[in-house]
């Protein structure tokens, strides 16, 4: 095992960004359903959901884009990881 296995598992990193680009897609499919649930308030209660209820969605909306921002930077990060511990595991000579 050389000196790069012990400090960084490839496998068990890769698994780790796959799941965070994975919940980056879950997030995705929340905010279609959220969307969906807008036009079902909208429809079924014309005259009776206020401004607060678009705000309250609006908000929402804008906390799971921030959190899939949080998970997408995540993965590229790990990603970004493993690259630059195989650069310097085959430029170090060891």
Same mark, same amino acid.
């Given at each position: 095992?050389? *000196?790069?296995?012990?400090? #960084?598992?490839?496998? &068990?990193? !890769?698994? *780790?960004?796959?799941? $965070? =680009?994975?919940?980056?897609?879950?997030?995705?499919?929340?905010?279609?359903?959220?969307? @969906?649930?807008? @036009?079902?308030?909208? +429809?079924? $209660?014309?005259?009776?959901?206020? +401004?607060?209820?678009?705000?309250? *969605? =609006?908000?929402? &909306?804008? &906390?799971?884009? %921030? %959190?899939?921002?949080? &998970? !997408?930077?995540?993965?590229? #990060?790990?990603? $970004?990881?493993?690259?630059?511990?195989?650069?310097?595991?085959? !430029?170090?000579?060891?």
């Amino acid at each position: 095992m050389n *000196i790069l296995e012990k400090i #960084f598992n490839f496998v &068990h990193m !890769t698994g *780790i960004g796959n799941k $965070y =680009k994975s919940c980056a897609g879950d997030i995705d499919e929340a905010a279609k359903k959220l969307e @969906q649930l807008e @036009q079902h308030i909208n +429809a079924n $209660y014309v005259g009776q959901a206020n +401004a607060v209820v678009a705000d309250i *969605i =609006k908000t929402l &909306h804008e &906390h799971m884009m %921030l %959190l899939k921002s949080c &998970h !997408t930077g995540a993965a590229q #990060f790990v990603e $970004y990881t493993g690259k630059e511990m195989r650069n310097w595991d085959e !430029t170090s000579g060891r």
